[in-house]
């Protein structure tokens, strides 16, 4: 506490003994100055206090341009400062570059500017000074207040050719110890110094309310551009809104006519699945009914080829038992004429016998009787033997005509079993085509199946596109619902930015009055063009000349110099806090300006 009250104390005296020999010299200073030197090792002493020490990899190091560095990022007009130190080659260390910061801000007129800025935002000077330090407490604002003062001064330094990194930061207080003489001089040039630093307080303000003017002809520029950029967006906005809204109404008519299309696709799918259904299922059955009708007459058909077969078989069996009976018949009818042959010898050899007895009878006589009775046996022999050879002529007769009938029978079996096996070959051949035929159609059959059940897989792939379509469609309508809730958010925001804006255009018609008022607060501080009596000779509005009785009057507006009834007027200006003399013309622009900020 004690030491930071001696450094505020010392800081006020290096200030004042500062000023006091810069207005004895005239005020511009040279690096050489002693006066100047101790204010600067004053100056480091004040930033050096309750400065944390930050570790680094050579050690602990307690350096004042750290949060001197802050202010680049803080106030952006500072970066020259920056830049110039770092290009400095002769300066290596922290202590070298803060002091040489220290320099330039002095020579630009800003240090009390620069340190306000530090100080406003004590945040993030608590990463380099301690809560009880020079600079966290209201110790620091009375200094930034006592550097204002040094505005009046004039810095010429030289930073060329300077060792800023090894001076020795050394308080030497026998420049404070008052002289007497120093004292006398100093009460007879006090009213020289006291006019001197009006003048030059007035052209400080001067300079601050032009720096203000430019900040806010800045401010307003910007405005303007953030208006304007704010319209732009505004338009985009109202265009995008409008894009959108038709982009809805588009994809609301495209989303109906996709339903109905898909409505009416799926009624006609569903119609032809029932019709493709029941004509699949009316074909089946009747390609069934077929199939059976089919199926009956092939097994009839193998039944009755299997019974012609049978039956040929049989023909064939009979043919052959014929051909056996004929071949028998053929044997016996031989046989029957070797017996026959074998007869005609035995008689021939009976009548050789009966010769031979009747020539046997004539020669004996005696055994006639005997002869006569073998002759009537031999002839009833004979009798029997023709009666068994007139059977067999009979039967030889009777074999002969069952030869030709077997024969007739033969021939009309076979024209009977040739023309019964061409027909059944033809109804074989017919029976084969018509199994060719039906296999042919039963292929068909098959592929008009595989056909259908492809149309049903294609169907059924229709139904699952249509089913996806249906949940795009819910998409939609869930994308749709957004774009209508961000529709809502937009003309929220829009609305929200018109607010704004008409905020907006308030401050900015506000800050263009304040403008007014300041330029003219600025005008009545420079004095604007304020006549000399000697100079007008003549009313600048009326253009009378002046006499004894029409008397000079100044305007204390503009500063113009105006007869009686061309300035008989009254207004209270920013500059007078009482009503004071204006001129008609300044009048009646003051009192636009008043009834367009009334409105």
Known sequence: MEERSNLMNMMKLSVKVL??????????????????????????????HGLKARKSFIGQNKSFFGPLELVEKLCPEASDIATSVKNLPELKTAVGRGRAWLYLALMQKKLADYLKVLLDHKHLLSEFYDPDALMMEEEGAVIVGLLVGLNVL???????????????????????????????????????????DQKHYVEELNRHLSCTVGDLQSKIDCLEKTNSKLQEELAAATDRI????????????????????????VEVTIQDTKIEL????????????????????????????????????LQIGMKTEMEIAMKLLEKDTHEKQDTLVALRQQLEEVKAINLQMFHKSQNSESSLQQKKETISSFEGKTNQMMSTMKQMEERLQHAEQARQVAEGKNNKMKQEFGGRIETLQQQLSQVDNQCSILEKELKSEKEQ????????????????????????????????????????????????????????????????????DIKEVNKAL??????KDDEATHCKQCEKDFSISRRKHHCRNCGDIFCNTCSSNELALPSYPKPVRVCDTCHTLLLQRCSSTAS
């Open 19 to 48: 000023i006091q020999s810069a207005l004895s010299l005239g005020r511009t200073l040279d690096s050489d100055f002693p006066p100047l030197q101790q204010f600067f090792v004053v100056m480091e002493h004040c930033l050096k």
């Open 154 to 196: 004039d810095a010429n330094l030289c930073l060329k050719g300077e060792d800023l990194d090894s001076q020795v930061g050394v308080i030497d207080f026998s420049l404070y110890l008052k002289d007497i003489q120093n004292s006398d001089d100093s009460k007879q040039d006090h009213g020289i110094t006291a006019v001197l």
């Open 242 to 265: 409008g894009s959108l809204q038709e982009e809805q109404q588009q994809l609301k008519h495209q989303n109906e006519l996709i339903r109905e299309r898909s409505e009416k696709s």
């Open 278 to 313: 029941d004509t699949y299922k009316q074909s089946r059955q009747g390609l069934d009914e077929m199939y059976s009708d089919v199926w009956k007459q092939l097994k009839e058909e193998k039944k009755i080829r299997m019974e012609l077969e049978k039956e040929l078989e």
């Open 449 to 516: 199946r595989q056909t259908l059940q492809r149309e049903l897989h294609q169907e059924k792939d229709t139904t699952s596109l249509l089913k996806t379509e249906l949940q795009q469609m819910e998409g939609l309508k869930k994308e749709l619902r957004k774009l209508q809730d961000e529709k809502q958010q937009l003309e929220k925001i829009c609305e929200e930015q018109e607010q704004a804006l008409q905020e907006m255009g308030l401050h900015l018609s506000q800050s263009k009055l304040k403008m007014e």
């Open 526 to 531: 420079k004095g604007h063009t304020w006549l």
